[in-house]
């Protein structure tokens, strides 16, 4: 099982960026998807959950209004939409497949918001 996490990268506030993760070894379309992150010095927060249809989302009250999740079973791959970035949005970003007890996780990639 693989999850691999891009789009990632420096931004300035205000700015948007688009991370994508995509799976393989896993029946994609069965697992809910959530995106975490984790800033320097501070314990790994979620972000956001789609679940497995994308017929439901929902997200940290930090984020809403500004990221959308979204998925493409069809690409086994779920994104995440960050639109007016902040610097606080400074992060490694992280996604999740879950599926009951099971889960599995990306490696990660660094999203950094600084004027």
């Known amino acids: 099982v693989q999850l691999v996490e891009s789009g990632g990268g420096s931004v300035q506030p205000g700015g948007s960026l688009r991370l994508s993760c995509a799976a393989s070894?896993?029946?994609?379309?069965?697992?809910?998807m959530s995106w975490y992150r984790q800033a320097p010095e501070k314990e790994r927060e979620w972000v956001a959950l789609i679940t497995t249809s994308g017929s439901s989302t929902n997200y940290a009250g930090s984020v809403k209004g500004r990221f959308t999740i979204s998925r493409d079973n069809a690409k086994n791959t779920v994104y995440l939409q960050m639109n007016s970035l902040k610097v606080e949005d400074t992060a490694v970003y992280y996604c999740r497949a879950q599926l009951l007890s099971r889960e599995y996780w990306g490696q990660g990639t660094q999203v950094t918001v600084s004027p």
């Open positions: 070894g896993v029946t994609f379309s069965m697992y809910h």
